[in-house]
T-cell receptor, first 112, second 108 residues
Framework: NAGVTQTPKFRVLKTGQSMTLLCAQD?????MYWYRQDPGMGLRLIHY???????AKGEVPDGYNVSRLKKQNFLLGLESAAPSQTSVYFC???????????FGQGTRLTVV | AQRVTQPEKLLSVFKGAPVELKCNYS??????LFWYVQYSRQRLQLLLR??SRESIKGFTADLNKGETSFHLKKPFAQEEDSAMYYC??????????FGAGTILRVKS
């Protein structure tokens, strides 16, 4: 049982490059989230999804886009990476109700 | 706006001392609150949720709606409690929001 899997685990980008982070969950969860974790800032919500085909903005959505074409996958895109997007990115999913969220292992992204 | 405040970035205590990690929230509705923990080199995981009123690993947390707080407490800290602790709020709309986190260091 894989749970929540993030791909890739590490990446170094040059300023202006684009990339997509993939989050996959095999638990049939409705809700999925993308966060960034920065020292002293905690976990800040970038975008989230309440179901297949739907997405919504979180606290820090600028510079990111997302898609949820399939229920099990939630993609986070950076169209033109900036050094300010250097961070550790976490994906999470959870089922309906006031339930536990399950997290991926994180993706460490460095933009130079 | 929904917001979670954890005022302490770092809390350092000796083994056996009591621990209290503070969490305050801002939300006009009826909140659902959680504590998550991230041990070194591990994924974030749920520690406890207010709705179940449970004690996990000796930790408890009580929701105080008057003070809009959900502080995490443990009477006797252990070295294995050293970790990053996050308080989280799940408001209506399912926008799971976290605080800035508190690093707990338990010294021997």
């Amino acid at each position: 049982n894989a749970g929540v899997t993030q791909t890739p685990k590490f990446r170094v980008l040059k300023t202006g490059q684009s990339m997509t982070l993939l989050c996959a969950q095999d638990m049939n969860h409705e809700y999925m989230y993308w966060y960034r974790q920065d020292p002293g800032m905690g976990l800040r919500l970038i975008h989230y999804s309440v179901g297949e085909g739907t997405t919504a903005k979180g606290e820090v959505p600028d510079g990111y886009n997302v898609s949820r074409l399939k229920k099990q996958n939630f993609l986070l895109g950076l169209e033109s990476a900036a050094p300010s997007q250097t961070s550790v990115y976490f994906c999470a999913s959870r089922p309906t109700g006031n339930t536990e969220a399950f997290f991926g292992q994180g993706t460490r992204l460095t933009v130079v | 706006a929904q917001r979670v405040t954890q005022p302490e970035k770092l809390l350092s205590v000796f083994k056996g001392a009591p621990v209290e990690l503070k969490c305050n929230y801002s939300y006009s509705g009826s909140p659902e609150l959680f504590w998550y923990v991230q041990y070194s080199r591990q994924r974030l995981q749920l520690l406890l949720r207010h709705i179940s009123r449970e004690s996990i690993k000796g930790f408890t947390a009580d929701l105080n709606k008057g003070e809009t707080s959900f502080h995490l407490k443990k009477p006797f800290a252990q070295e294995e409690d050293s970790a990053m602790y996050y308080c989280a709020l799940l408001p209506y709309g399912n926008k799971l929001v976290f605080g800035a986190g508190t690093i707990l260091r338990v010294k021997s």
